[in-house]
């Protein structure tokens, strides 16, 4: 057996062990005759009761039970009778701390502040049952969208009744826009129960990301047309990933175990007081996650709430996948045994993650699941910060540009990301920005992407970066980033709006940026035609030609060849019928220079698919081999006959 059937194989063992306790963290199972209660606490709790109430923010308990300590730090107690309906916290009187839902509801009232006895079954609507989620051979086959509900619906030129609603993505406008544009997942910023919006308030308008987590396993209310009823915001997200799935489009998670709002308010403090969270060697809290604490996921108790929420959102919600915030905050082995339950359930279910924290970690870096460990998590992926910051400069400063402003020097880091991150003979590492080595075992395990809702979007940055720049200018850079982003080899991923030619109006961090920098401006669909069609056609190329999505690391060192080129060029061909492709050779020109420049490329006869910023999969003439030449700030590729 080698080594990562070795490393799989032990991880399922383990995971078959959890399996064994996957139902320890189920607190609260309703029946009519009874509501059976359960925490895990530590037995110098001394005292634990259940209070339930008739109401989810305000009145005294109308009943009061005290658990009972069944050893192993589990607490139990039963109700008897019909509670549906009403609403529960569990109290420590000994740690002070106050009232909690617990660390895993399922379901809430208002603002989250107390937990919901209901029946989870009659959330389900109709025809749910016979929900599937859409077929993947690979996640090399995935063109990920990811998008906020607020941003995508709220403008009054987006035409969707349902504005900022789960229930916006079950409308004929979204979803059409979706289908056409040809994405198959829409990756959705945090949509658990977060904190900072306060959800009797939504008369007026509020606005988060969502990367503040209060109920990890329970939707966002904010999102549902009735916060006030717990059942609401349940079903009518199970309605939005039936409504996605019957369109061919799969469900990413934004998931955001590294950390909570705060410690005082936290679940976690207040059921088991400093257990779930990481310290320095002088007592105080780590803060790798930059939001004033770090959760310890090498705990066994936090090991198992990770694996068993993710369980929960794929078994409750049919959720196709996760993106792990600040993943570099975990430990490797934590999320291995997550890629080992999850494959258990469905082998294609992708997760993939942020490689880095935010801050130093107090746990050992060499375990932490970094970007480049990634070798030692196989079938996870991570960002590559390698290619976006080439293409448009670095993260740390907005106003530096790069290989789009016609920088020399950023080619190799190209090259990499053109590969997936993995290790290729024509890869100079040492000329590669941010990594020496490659981290990548596989393609599937880069995300190839250019911007996300995190840092300035596209337009904004080229802007930012290239003073003075024309429209028409940005919008050939614009369409020239994204060709490297579609023809990698990873997986690759856009942030919405980029097809209307968005911007946040130059804002970095928008988390709690008003509507006005944040929401998509549907009539740029009018203003910048060129702009949707080339990033359609370009999906439509991807999807039509197996060669750009290889999946496998021996293919694609056999199959892609790079191609000598001027500075601020990067040339491929994709030879030899690769990944089975009907062209025997597909060859990529990318230049980022002012002016046109000449490659020379093998002879043969070639169909010309993109030129100049149009896309055609019937072709747009012919060309022969030899020396060709590459329009400024475009790609050229080409198939052969």
């Known amino acids: 057996m080698n080594i990562k059937g070795f490393i799989m194989a032990a991880l399922f063992v383990c995971a078959q062990g959890l399996e064994a306790s996957a139902q320890d963290m189920n607190e609260m199972t309703y029946s009519p005759n009874e509501t059976v209660f359960k925490l895990h606490a530590p037995a110098n709790a001394k005292r634990v009761l259940v209070k339930i109430y008739a109401d989810a923010l305000d009145g005294k308990p109308v009943k009061t039970l005290k658990m009972k300590f069944n050893g192993n730090n589990q607490w139990t107690a039963t109700a008897k009778g019909d509670f549906k309906g009403r609403f529960y916290t569990f109290d420590i009187p000994a740690f002070n701390r106050g009232e909690t839902p617990g660390i895993f509801a399922k379901a809430v009232g208002v603002n989250g502040r107390r937990g919901a006895i209901i029946n989870l079954e009659e959330t389900n609507p109709k025809g749910w049952e016979a929900d599937k989620r859409p077929p993947l051979a690979s996640p090399a086959d995935l063109v990920i969208y990811e998008l906020h509900h607020r941003d995508f619906s709220i403008h009054p030129s987006s035409g969707i009744k349902n504005k900022g609603k789960f229930l916006a993505l079950t409308e004929d406008k979204a979803i059409k826009h979706l289908q056409q544009l040809g994405i198959n997942a829409v990756h959705i910023l945090p949509s658990f129960d977060y904190a900072s919006i306060d959800e009797t308030q939504l008369h007026k308008p509020q606005y988060n990301w969502g990367y503040d ?41 934004d998931v955001v175990y590294n950390h909570t709002y705060d410690l005082s308010g936290s679940a976690f403090q207040r059921t088991w007081p400093n257990y779930f969270y990481r310290k320095r060697t002088d007592g105080t809290y780590s803060d790798g996650s930059g939001c004033g604490n770090e959760t310890a996921s090498e705990q066994p108790l936090m090991r198992q709430f990770m694996i068993e929420s993710m369980r929960h959102w794929v078994k409750e919600y049919h959720i196709d996948g996760f993106r792990v915030d600040l993943m570099g905050v975990h430990d490797i082995e934590t999320m291995n045994l997550i890629q080992a339950e999850m494959q258990k359930i469905d082998p294609s279910i992708y997760i993939y993650g942020e490689g880095w924290s935010a801050g130093a970690c ?31 400069g670095p993260f740390s400063d907005d106003h530096k540009p790069a290989f789009l402003a016609a920088l020399d020097g950023h080619e190799e880091s190209l090259k990499f990301g053109i590969v997936g991150a993995i290790a290729h003979p024509q890869v100079d590492m040492s000329q590669v920005n941010y990594s020496k080595k490659p981290w990548a075992n596989q393609p599937t395990q880069m995300i190839s992407y250019v911007s996300c809702h995190d840092d300035m979007c596209l337009t904004d940055r080229i802007r930012n970066s290239i003073p003075g720049i024309t429209t028409a200018e940005l919008i050939k850079l614009d369409l020239l980033a994204q060709t490297f982003v579609f023809t990698s080899q990873g997986v690759p991923f856009m942030l919405s709006g980029e097809e209307m030619l968005r911007d946040k109006k130059g804002v970095h961090n928008s988390y709690c ?23 359609k056609g370009l999906i439509a190329l991807r999807k039509a030609h197996p060669a750009f999505r290889l999946g496998n690391a021996e293919l694609v060192r056999k199959h892609l060849e790079f191609i000598d080129a001027p500075a601020k060029m990067v040339a491929f061909r994709l030879k030899d019928h690769a990944g089975g492709d009907a062209a025997k050779d597909i060859v ?54």
């Open 362 to 392: 107090a746990y050992p870096q060499e375990k932490l699941a970094m970007k480049a460990h990634t070798e030692q998590m196989p079938g996870i992926g991570a960002f590559s910060d390698e290619m976006r910051d080439a293409l448009r």
């Open 513 to 535: 940026s008003p509507d006005s920098i944040n929401e998509l401006n549907w009539t740029n669909l009018e203003r910048f035609p060129k702009v949707f069609a080339y990033y």
């Open 213 to 253: 987590p209060l109920n990890y396993n329970v939707p966002e209310g904010s999102y549902s047309t009735d916060p006030y009823r717990p059942d609401v915001r349940i079903r009518e997200f199970k309605q939005m990933v039936q409504a996605l799935h019957k369109a061919g489009i799969r469900v990413i998670l």
């Open 588 to 641: 990529v020109l990318l230049n980022a220079n002012r002016e046109a420049q000449v490659v020379d490329i093998p002879q043969g006869e070639y169909r010309v698919m993109v030129c100049d910023g149009v896309v055609n999969l019937d072709g747009m003439g012919k060309m022969s081999g030899g020396k060709v030449s590459v329009d400024l700030q475009s790609a050229l590729i080409l198939m052969s006959l």
